[in-house]
């Protein structure tokens, strides 16, 4: 869906869209498992040169390896999201200082608006953990053999610590703590 800033000088654009699987494209290690819900609006804010407000919220479940044992990992997502976006042209005006500042809460759009996918699939990304696990309870895979932890316990021993270091370790003991 497309919000063009014409179509916002006049009114408010309403929506409410179901996005299937595979139809917005993420990085290549995160796939869309269920339709994207989103409900929200657009509307251009008064007394600028084109800002665009974003505010609605969506729904949908996501699928990644685990980063923990590589086995496939459910994601859901459930965000509220209130974004503004600027002109690309107002924001080169401006100077360098301005646009570091402002560039943390703002995103810009080029031409005559821009792609509502596009701020979907920048939520999505924004909403997800910073470690995607399948549960808590993840044992992950084994350092020696490559084994699954989840699925059975291989019998591998941690391997012994690398004997050069051991002298920094008395040295340490020797040195007494640090104040």
């Given amino acids: 869906m497309f919000i063009g800033v014409k179509e916002l000088e006049v009114q408010n654009v309403r929506f409410q869209l179901d996005?299937?699987?595979?139809?917005i494209e993420y990085d290549g290690k995160l796939t869309q498992a269920s339709p994207?819900?989103?409900?929200?609006?657009a509307q251009l804010l008064s007394g600028t040169l084109g800002e665009i407000r974003i505010r609605g919220q969506l729904e949908v479940t996501m699928s990644a390896l685990?980063?923990?044992?590589?086995?496939?990992?459910?994601?859901?997502?459930?965000?509220?999201?209130?974004?503004?976006?600027?002109?690309s042209d107002e924001g080169e005006s401006n100077g360098e200082a301005e646009i570091e500042e402002a560039g943390?809460?703002?995103?810009?759009?080029?031409?005559?608006?821009?792609?509502?996918?596009?701020?979907?699939?920048?939520?999505?990304?924004?909403?997800?953990?910073m470690q995607v696990v399948c549960s808590e309870a993840c044992k992950g895979i084994c350092p020696a053999c490559g084994q699954n932890r989840n699925q059975r316990?291989?019998?591998?021993?941690?391997?012994?610590?690398d004997d050069r270091w051991s002298k920094l370790k008395s040295f340490r003991a020797e040195a007494g703590p640090q104040n």
């Fill in 153 to 161: 316990d291989c019998g591998c021993h941690p391997e012994p610590l």
């Fill in 66 to 87: 685990c980063d923990r044992c590589l086995e496939t990992a459910s994601v859901p997502v459930s965000k509220q999201f209130d974004l503004v976006y600027m002109p």
């Fill in 36 to 41: 994207l819900h989103a409900t929200g609006t």
């Fill in 19 to 23: 996005v299937p699987a595979g139809e």
């Fill in 104 to 129: 943390i809460e703002v995103g810009y759009y080029e031409g005559a608006g821009l792609t509502l996918n596009e701020v979907l699939r920048e939520v999505v990304l924004l909403a997800l953990p």
